[in-house]
């Protein structure tokens, strides 16, 4: 019997309802009694149905989890670590360093005849230099350089960075999209330690056979807020890990649920925003660095 249940139960089958009171004329003590034991059972059921509920939410997201594990080993990405990555991405090159304790994300580019070094530790310590010569950048710009580089590298590492502590993932069954079966993984972030970015939500739609990454959507508040939507193109190999771009769609509507998105793309009613494309990517091992 659930709590609901007990809830609606007539009064006159309830232990000292008015008519036990008028009929048996229980003394105070009998009526503590009754009703301390009525309050007990109410509890009990409650702690029962507690558990239950937790219990389901730490099955879906044992299975999340699992799902998530069996996409990195599909996209090769346990070459991250250890390891340096680099690539282009709209005429800048990117990379990201790996080890055990730390990770380091680089960004370089001309701008005139200047070459410009970012370099973000651990996405918190920001630094640039210009021609090589360390330069002062004021505290809203590099907080504006480190949600930049953060962002390109952010997506360029999915979905191995979806194994960091902060993020919550949860699994919501079968999918079909364009008559293939995919996993739908929920992704949100604790708020310690989920980036000043810790409300954004994330859905990811994964392939029951490949675990491949296909589709996967967004919303953001930043920056006025919105949602995206990424279908994954142009899929190759590089060195065992699988590199691949994105076709950047939004609706018409920026409040539009991320569960609504695929409807919408089947429908061809998203209109592409823009294209992103990764070349020249290298993968080194730190030890030959």
Same mark, same amino acid.
């Given at each position: ?5 007990? $809830?609606?139960?007539?009064m /006159? ?6 008519n #036990? =009171?008028?009929n $048996? ?28 509920s937790?219990? !389901?939410?730490?099955?879906?997201? #044992? /299975?999340?989890? &699992?799902? %998530? ?5 599909? #996209? ?7 390891? +340096? ?10 990379? +990201?360093?790996?080890s055990?304790t730390?990770?380091t994300?680089?960004?370089?580019? !001309? ?9 973000l =530790?651990n ?7 210009k021609?090589?010569?360390? =330069?002062?950048?004021s ?10 580089i953060?962002?390109? $590298?952010?997506f360029?590492?999915?979905p ?10 949860i699994? !919501?069954? %079968? ?7 995919? #996993?739908?993984i929920k992704?949100?972030? !604790?708020v &310690? ?27 953001? %508040? +930043?920056?006025g ?10 899929k190759?190999r590089?060195?065992?890990?699988l ?10 509507? /920026?409040? +539009? ?18 294209r ?6 290298? $993968? ?6």
């Amino acid at each position: 019997m659930s709590l609901i249940d007990l $809830l609606s139960i007539p009064m /006159k089958y309830l232990p000292l309802s008015l008519n #036990h =009171i008028s009929n $048996l004329k229980p003394s105070l003590i009998q009526i503590i009694k009754n009703w301390g034991l009525f309050a007990v059972l109410l509890l009990f059921v409650w702690a029962c149905e507690n558990k239950a509920s937790s219990s !389901q939410k730490k099955t879906l997201s #044992h /299975k999340g989890q &699992e799902v %998530i594990d069996l996409a990195i080993t599909a #996209h090769g990405q346990d070459l991250f670590e250890n390891a +340096t990555v680099s690539f282009l991405f709209r005429d800048k090159k990117y990379s +990201t360093r790996r080890s055990d304790t730390s990770y380091t994300y680089t960004r370089s580019f !001309q701008d005139g005849s200047a070459l410009i070094e970012d370099v973000l =530790i651990n996405s918190a310590n920001f630094s640039r230099k210009k021609n090589g010569e360390p =330069i002062e950048v004021s505290k809203e710009w590099t907080e504006k350089y480190s949600r930049s580089i953060n962002s390109v $590298l952010y997506f360029f590492q999915l979905p191995y960075v979806l194994n960091d502590p902060a993020v919550k993932k949860i699994d !919501q069954g %079968i999918k079909r999209i364009k008559d293939e079966n995919y #996993h739908q993984i929920k992704v949100s972030f !604790q708020v &310690e330690n989920g980036g000043e970015d810790f409300e954004d939500e994330y859905l990811y739609w994964i392939h029951v056979n490949s675990f491949e990454v296909d589709y996967l959507a967004y919303n953001y %508040i +930043t920056d006025g807020g919105g949602v995206r939507f990424r279908s994954a193109i142009n899929k190759r190999r590089v060195d065992g890990l699988l590199i691949q771009d994105y076709i950047n769609y939004a609706p018409a509507n /920026k409040k +539009t649920p991320l569960s609504d998105l695929i409807a919408q793309f089947e429908k061809e009613a998203l209109i592409e925003r823009s294209r992103i494309v990764n070349s020249d990517i290298t $993968l080194l091992s730190n030890n030959h660095l």
